[in-house]
């Protein structure tokens, strides 16, 4: 599945495995992790490979454990048994918000996955899914709160938060930070209402997605 | 400088080398960076030391990031010249809250250090520190707000937060996750509340202890 | 750019970068580098991600020095002045023949480059390649020779052979290897006819492409 | 056993383990598998130490599975049961063709290995090996086919090929690159002819070599 | 437990871990090891931390050998079953003489476990101590000799040596070196002198210790 | 240079290279460096290559340093100029004693590289060495102090001491270790009086080595 955010695409994908992490086996519940990565040739100046580095770097190790850690929030592990669902995000294309797009598309590789294993039969419970997950990125830049910031103005914004939200408009993760300035509560609150207002926009485009034959279609006419 | 928080204690110290990374050098500036790391014999079961398995894993990585971070909100990086300032955040009995421990103890360190700097006429401007640096944790436990969860509560907490602040009551960091739940606006509002009164408070000891002859005291006792 | 062959599909980027291998300077000449690497989710079963486990796998390092290799046959690097051109072929969809993909569409981004830096006023020789490169694999099934096998075929070959060719007909790289079978050489010698036949009609469609206006067109409606 | 080809010099020792590598494990069938590496000394200037630089390098990594490919290509699995046989190619003194010395030596060291595993009644197929393996490097040097070149005149080939092939003139491995040139159909039949030759002798004294009572004689007069 | 010898300040610490390394695993017999380290910060000048280099540095590697080398000594590791005792040595401030220290307080550290282990009766043996194990390093500055030289003249030594004894006044492990310069017999055997009279001290200052209430006191104030 | 010792078998190298370590640069100071290393199939049991496990594991290390370290000890450093001669040592079969023989066969390389940096006119004084340097190993096995071990008597020595010297008769490193049992003063003493007879022997047919035309001869028939 290629999501597309303005002229960020990223391609996001969910695999079934058997098993489970070693630290949680035997508990009878399942898992959902993600990886996340960009490709050498995503960014305007091409930016080394992981792999060929032999590490990974701390905001990549970072945006893995953020995206697995909110797509975690929709589920009911007990109803996967003892599986993993491992969600690949790879950017293709990075223009700003890679991390929210990643999530947001994540939310659709996983649901897509767990329809095919409920058809399948291979779910104790055959809707483990109790909302949908999307996200945005919220910026300050001049002075003005705006949505999904791309990468030029991202990098000069003053304030950058990131926040994943659920279709019931309760949230999953906040996540703000000062890039070298620091923000009052009254600019936070106002960026909490712009984020709870697009993430809406996206949940109810995730659910035409979801109920299109297939493939799904996203934002931006992602397919 | 050891921090104590409760059970939790942290050893934080500040270093000053010459030069800056690579990708800075040439631009007049300094640099402020953190490192982050357990001992093995800080939990109650003994850790993996991770020299030993020969790679940092996600969690460290993404609080040594945050303590850089936080600290860099609170400089002016051009009066270093090319110098950088490395923070060392070493947790020698964790017992929660250890990455706000680490944030709260190394602005002492960092204060001290550039008391140290001003005082050798090392600085191009003698008052680089624009405010000071706090952080706590807040969580919700059993439906209820609680300021600077120990371990016990923490890993029931249904949401977790941890709020970086400045003296000045402004916010520099917010990051806030549903474990396994999600959290309303109001829940989230609440939090915040508490932790810009747990922030305000720090600043105040923190202000006491640089005040102090030498070594700073910090809450709980440290030396 | 994008490659098909049947179901596999293969994107081919290059980056022009400033310098050379530290080996390589004070020669005055450029370089062309590449990297081959799967996604996890191109395979059947999911493929555990090279950058997380920390090292580059035997067969990732031997497909991207061959296409580095083969690229640097049709180029004059005298033209390139001290500056390298990385080609990062990353696999999609994987259906067999995915090194022979990585080839094929690395020499269009390749050529792509080069009109890049033509126009820019950037090469000494305007022209600096000296020819076209493809690349097929052929395969003996069943007794029989046979162009570019699908996977489910690939897998139970008796030979497997790579070969690399100019639009020229000469030969840069041949490779064949008996998978637990050896074979005679006459075998071998229908084996090259075949190849040098497939290579011949990719270079076609290559021309074509790359005097399409943009994007470029290959072989299975890539773009 | 150490091989010896003009100048090079090759250690080549064959281990016998029980088990066999996960990926194999259940199946009934054994395992051979190759590690080749060159001595810090075997090089005119030193060459840094693979272990030291904690990680193996592109053409260890291609050596070494190619001559366990081509080991494996004489060997019934079947016969070992569930055992592995580790073949180690250690290069003392590297002057061109250390490759193909690696897999001849490696071969007369898996027929020793065979006939004291035999002899030890542990195989369930007394004769295993339906062919011997030799191989060797055939370049053109100043538009001549040239077999088994020296460093000196190995750096300037224009092409180099290595082949491996069994006693029976069957082909086993065909590797040919041109060497910043491309070749004709015509070069690349003249080198198999001139490898077919030389593999066909380097056959002929395996085998004497083996019938010798021991240790065995290599070309050369390896011992 | 903090150990202190002059100003060098090492934190030990020991755990008991179930399970021993898989090579000794099914002898009925325990393990102890041991893994020494150096806070960044402990040295004047800030050295890098292992764990971000990605690999234990010779020097650790050495004296977390040694560590566990000589505590070994001292007990019957049949006493633990197939349990393992880790013993970490962080070395908090250095000045000289840290693997000296390390191990000293290693003694208290293991003692402490030993009675614990004892009381919860999970020995099979209530005294599986057979001794006690103290060390300390010898140096010749300017032509003298002396015990536990401070770093400024432990840098200046032109002999060096380490040695541990156990406080029945036998030996466990002597490493003597020259600093760029060689030594005599009898200046060998004026610094075993030296450095028994040490151990012997030290054996009943650890003594001491063990047997107040709690915690232990070391040489220097240590608590 | 292949140095025996009984069973034990070691290839000692020389090799000579522009530079210093960069912590040594601008000195004007030489250094020398060495490597130890284990082919795999040295042991009886095949033991695994550390370039393939991806780190050098504790022995090698300790062992590479204390190499490095006794040969400095014979050598004026200023005058090989800003050069480094690295030694690599590398086991060919293992029989007990492994570090003295290459410690013993690594000053033959080394005393032929400076005689041959000599002849070349490229050190400021052409006899740098000050003495000949050679390594032993002592055991106390059923009681009794032997020299230089086999393996199998190795295994079970209640004490190893391992002693470099020089042909003058001083010390230049002594390692004694009880294995699981500790040893007397008077023991020691014993040990060391064989230790620096066995050397004193050595020294003597070193220098018969390097005084024979080439090949030097060394004890065992080594070449």
Not at 22 to 43: K, Q
Request: hydrophobic fraction near 40%; charged fraction near 20%; glycine fraction near 10%.
């Amino acid at each position: 599945m290629l999501v597309e955010f303005g002229r960020t695409r990223v391609l996001c994908a969910a695999s079934v495995q058997e098993g489970v992490p070693r630290w949680r086996a035997g508990s009878g519940l399942g898992w959902v992790t993600a990886e996340y990565a960009m490709l050498p040739s995503s960014t305007n100046t091409r930016s080394a490979r992981e792999s060929v580095k032999g590490r990974i770097g701390g905001r990549t190790h970072e945006i893995s454990r953020l995206v697995g850690r909110s797509l975690r929030a929709c589920i009911d592990l007990a109803a996967l048994g003892e599986n993993t669902i491992a969600l690949d995000c790879d950017v293709i294309q990075a223009d700003g918000g890679t991390r929210t797009a990643a999530i947001t598309g994540a939310y659709v590789a996983l649901a897509d996955a767990i329809t095919w294993l409920s058809a399948a039969g291979r779910l104790t419970d055959p809707k483990p899914l109790s909302c949908s997950i999307a996200a945005v990125s919220v910026g300050v830049v001049d002075g003005r709160v705006r949505l999904d910031l791309p990468y030029e103005e991202d990098s000069r914004a003053e304030v950058d938060m990131n926040v994943v939200a659920t279709d019931h408009g309760t949230l999953v993760e906040v996540q703000g930070t000062g890039e070298g300035a620091t923000f009052t509560r009254s600019t936070m609150d106002k960026m909490i209402d712009f984020a709870l207002a697009g993430c809406s926009e996206l949940s109810r485009i995730q659910s035409e997605a979801l109920a299109a034959p297939y493939p799904g279609e996203l934002p931006g006419g992602a397919a």
